[in-house]
C-alpha cells in the first residue's frame, strides 16, 4: 500500500494518575526526521518513541506532542514519621521548659521536612499506559497516512490514463502527419519547378521520416506507465522510485515535442508535461 507523508492523528489516554493526549503529525521530507514535545518527567519515553518511529516509517518530518494532566485527587495519602516526630517534640519539650513552658505548635513539627510524606504516584504505571496510547495513536496515524496514500495513488493512476490517451493520440496521427508533410515537399519542389527524381525524393523523405519519428518515445510512455503501476501495486516506500520515473517521463514528453512539426502533436506534448507535472507534485508527499 502507498502511504503519504502527510498526515495527523490524536489519541486520549486516561487513567486514575489523570489525562494525556499524544498528537502526532507530519509534511514530506526527504528522511525522517522526529522531533518530540514532552514534559520533563516523561522526557524517558524519547528513545523508545524514536525507535518506533524508525520501524514504521521511511520519510517524513514527524512531530510528536505529548500533552500531560495530573489528577489532584490521585495523589498518595499523607503518611508521617513517627520516629522523626518524636524526636522533634521531645527536644520541643525541652525547649518548653527552658522557655517558660511555652507551647509547641503541632503544626510546625509537621513541616519540618521529612515528617509529613505523600506517597509517589507510581510513575511506571502511568508510563506503561502512555505507551499503550502511543500505540494506539501511532496505528491511528499510519491508517491516516495510508488512506491519503490512497487518494494520492487514485489521482497518479488518473494521469497516468491521461498519458496513455495523448500517446496513442499521438501514435494515431503520425501517419497521417507523415503524409501531410510528404504532400507539402512535392509541392514547394514544384513551385520552386525544380525536379527530382523519385529515388531522391524518397531519400529526402526518408531522412525527414527518421527526424519525425517519434515511435521510440511512445513505446516509452506507455513502458512508464506500465512500470509506474507495477510500483504502485507493489506499495510500501516507493515515493523515490517514482520520482525518478517522472524525470524518465518528462525526458520522453521532451523528445517528443522537439520533434513535433504539428500543432496537435505539440498540444499533446504541452498536455503530457501537464499531467507528468501533475503527478510529481503529488508523489512530492508518498513516502
Same mark, same amino acid.
Given at each position: ?135 494506539? @495513536?501511532?496505528?491511528?496515524?499510519? /491508517? ?7 487518494? $494520492? *495513488?487514485?489521482? #497518479? &493512476? =488518473? ?97 517528443? @515535442?522537439?520533434?513535433?512539426?504539428? /500543432? ?7 498536455? $503530457? *508535461?501537464?499531467? #507528468? &507535472? =501533475? ?9
Amino acid at each position: 500500500m502507498i502511504h503519504s507523508m502527510t498526515a495527523f492523528a490524536r489519541h486520549e489516554v486516561k487513567g486514575e494518575w489523570g489525562s494525556a493526549t499524544w498528537e502526532i503529525r507530519s509534511v514530506n521530507q526527504r528522511f525522517l526526521e522526529t522531533y518530540f514535545r514532552l514534559p520533563e518527567q516523561f522526557r524517558g519515553l524519547e528513545p523508545m518513541l524514536r525507535e518506533r518511529f524508525r520501524k514504521q516509517l521511511s520519510r517524513g518530518k514527524v512531530e510528536c506532542h505529548l500533552r500531560f494532566s495530573a489528577n489532584p485527587a490521585a495523589k498518595g495519602k499523607l503518611a508521617i514519621n513517627q520516629d522523626l516526630a518524636m524526636q522533634l517534640l521531645e527536644h520541643a519539650n525541652w525547649l518548653n521548659e527552658q522557655t517558660l513552658n511555652s507551647q509547641v505548635n503541632p503544626f510546625e513539627i509537621m513541616r519540618w521536612p521529612g515528617v509529613m510524606e505523600a506517597e509517589e504516584t507510581d510513575m511506571d504505571a502511568v508510563r506503561a499506559d502512555l505507551m499503550k496510547g502511543f500505540e494506539q @495513536g501511532l496505528t491511528d496515524f499510519i /491508517a491516516a497516512r495510508a488512506s491519503e496514500g490512497q487518494s $494520492l *495513488k487514485a489521482m #497518479i &493512476e =488518473q494521469r497516468l490514463t491521461g498519458i496513455e490517451t495523448e500517446a496513442d493520440k499521438v501514435k494515431q496521427q503520425m501517419p497521417a502527419v507523415i503524409e501531410w508533410q510528404r504532400t507539402r515537399i512535392t509541392e514547394k519542389f514544384a513551385e520552386a519547378k525544380i525536379e527530382l527524381d523519385s529515388t531522391r525524393l524518397e531519400q529526402e523523405l526518408v531522412l525527414l521520416a527518421q527526424k519525425m519519428d517519434v515511435d521510440e518515445e511512445i513505446d516509452r510512455l506507455f513502458s512508464h506507465v506500465k512500470e509506474t503501476r507495477n510500483i504502485l501495486k507493489k506499495g510500501g516506500a516507493q515515493g523515490r522510485r517514482l520520482d525518478f520515473m517522472m524525470q524518465e517521463f518528462n525526458r520522453e514528453a521532451n523528445t517528443l @515535442g522537439s520533434k513535433s512539426i504539428n /500543432a496537435d502533436i505539440t498540444a499533446s506534448a504541452v498536455e $503530457l *508535461k501537464v499531467l #507528468i &507535472e =501533475q503527478m510529481r507534485e503529488q508523489i512530492q508527499n508518498i513516502e
